[in-house]
């Protein structure tokens, strides 16, 4: 494992979860946590899971090498892209993992 390590929150449409998983697989990414059905405001619009606003939205967690990164973003990004889905993705530096 190289030294510096990244946490990526990955938030997609639920119904892209499947993909991200698979997307994960193909870029090496051996663990991650996800938080199904998520509600939700955003530039996306409302996320409720509900009758009014029936969308919602997966979030995922992992841990990865700082070079991981860029691949996984540009898979991802591809995917959302030409599926015309939302897809929002934030980086933290990790100072440790016990």
Request: hydrophobic share 40%; charged share 25%; net charge negative.
């Amino acid at each position: 494992m190289g030294d510096e390590m990244k946490l990526m929150m990955i938030i997609v449409d639920t119904e892209c979860r499947e993909e991200v998983e698979v997307l994960f697989q193909h870029n090496g990414v051996t663990g991650y946590s996800e938080i199904p059905n998520a509600h939700g405001v955003g530039k996306s619009g409302v996320r409720m899971g509900s009758s009014a606003h029936p969308k919602t939205s997966s979030m995922f967690f992992t841990v990865v090498e700082a070079d991981q990164v860029a691949p996984l973003k540009k898979a991802l990004c591809s995917y959302c892209d030409a599926c015309k889905k939302d897809m929002r993705m934030i980086l933290w530096g990790v100072e440790e993992v016990v």
